[in-house]
């Protein structure tokens, strides 16, 4: 019997960035997960107000996502857990579980570092989930990176286009 656990996985990257809160806050406000992850994102309040571009988000707003190279009916819901408004930020990522993103320094760097956890454990999951999600936030990570250390988006915009790692 494997002793692999499939319920989690953790991805990091380190990204030359002005601060931690420039970080932070490319996750929390609608303009900055838009700038390297998202096509449209809403975040929302508890009243169902929606939250402005550069607002930072707060634990129990919910959310609306969409990404490039996919059609609208290609939507993500979910809820703000967690969130400090300075380095620590969570979300529960629909059936897929739940992602706690830290930024720190580490060795003169500033880490940012992804763990998705509560993932379901079924043959389904497993391959949906833990190996698709993985492989996706290894990208946007990827894609995080390239935007703010040279500013090239690595996204695939065009829809036609299907099945690529970048979309």
């Known amino acids: 019997m494997s002793s692999f656990d499939w319920s989690r996985f953790t991805v990091r990257i380190n990204i030359n ?28 309040q508890p009243n169902g107000s929606l939250r402005g ?15 490039f190279g996919y059609g609208d009916e290609v939507t993500e819901t979910g809820e703000i857990l967690d969130c400090n408004g300075t380095d620590f930020f969570k979300f529960r990522f629909g059936e897929a579980g739940d992602c706690s993103v830290r930024i720190y320094p580490e060795q003169n760097e500033l ?24 492989t996706g936030w290894t990208f946007y990570l990827a894609n995080m990176k390239s935007l703010f250390e040279g500013g090239i988006d690595l996204r695939n915009k065009n829809e036609q286009l299907q099945d690529m790692i970048n979309a």
């Not at 960035?17 to 929302?44: D, K, P, V």
């Not at 880490?111 to 993985?134: R, Y």
């Open 17 to 44: 960035s002005n601060s931690i809160e420039q970080l932070y806050r490319a996750w929390a406000t609608r303009g900055g997960i838009e700038y390297w992850f998202l096509r449209m994102s809403e975040y929302s």
């Open 111 to 134: 880490i940012v570092e992804l763990l998705q956890d509560n993932i379901p454990t079924d043959e389904k999951a497993k391959e949906m989930w833990h190996i698709g999600c993985k």
């Open 53 to 67: 571009d550069d607002e930072p988000v707060q634990k129990g707003d919910t959310y609306r996502w969409r990404w």
